[in-house]
């Protein structure tokens, strides 16, 4: 027999919210520090789209790499969206990107390479004064991410 704590701890689903371009500028490489290479990408714009709404993405903000090894990389970017509506969306998007290490060579090198090999995985917040978009305060994202070598492709679902 189910009980209200078996639907209240059920797995959580997963809804499409919004996909994301982000165009990105080549890395400013800070150095091997004690906790690995660190690296700064300039985000320089790109697009949204959810559904019912599409922005564009402001530049200035920036991504922020650890490659913690020769096959893992932890990325923290922040960057701000401006609806087609005039509303402002503040977006902290933390990820771990791991592959074979030829693949991430590759990858930091720039150069194309199959989407396959990457685990790209993210957890995006988002956060906004605006009325209409309000409910995104509150809620939890997952996503997957994928890195051309001048754009970030991220698909970001509200978990339910």
Known sequence: MATPEDAALAPPRLEHFAH???DVA??????????????V???LGGRAQGQGWTARVL???SDFQLFRSETMSE???????????????YVRNRAIRSA?????AALMRGEPV???QIYFR???????ASQSLAWINERLFLGVGMRRPEQVLIRAFTVL
């Open 20 to 22: 994301l371009q982000v």
């Open 122 to 128: 993210c957890t995006p917040g988002f956060e906004t």
């Open 100 to 104: 074979p290490a030829d693949v991430m």
């Open 41 to 43: 990408v300039p985000i």
């Open 114 to 116: 199959d989407p396959a």
């Open 75 to 89: 990325l923290d970017a922040r960057y701000a969206l401006e609806t087609d509506a005039g509303d402002m969306v």
């Open 26 to 39: 080549a890395p400013v490489v800070l150095g091997h520090g004690p906790q690995g290479l660190r690296r």
């Open 59 to 61: 530049p200035g903000g």
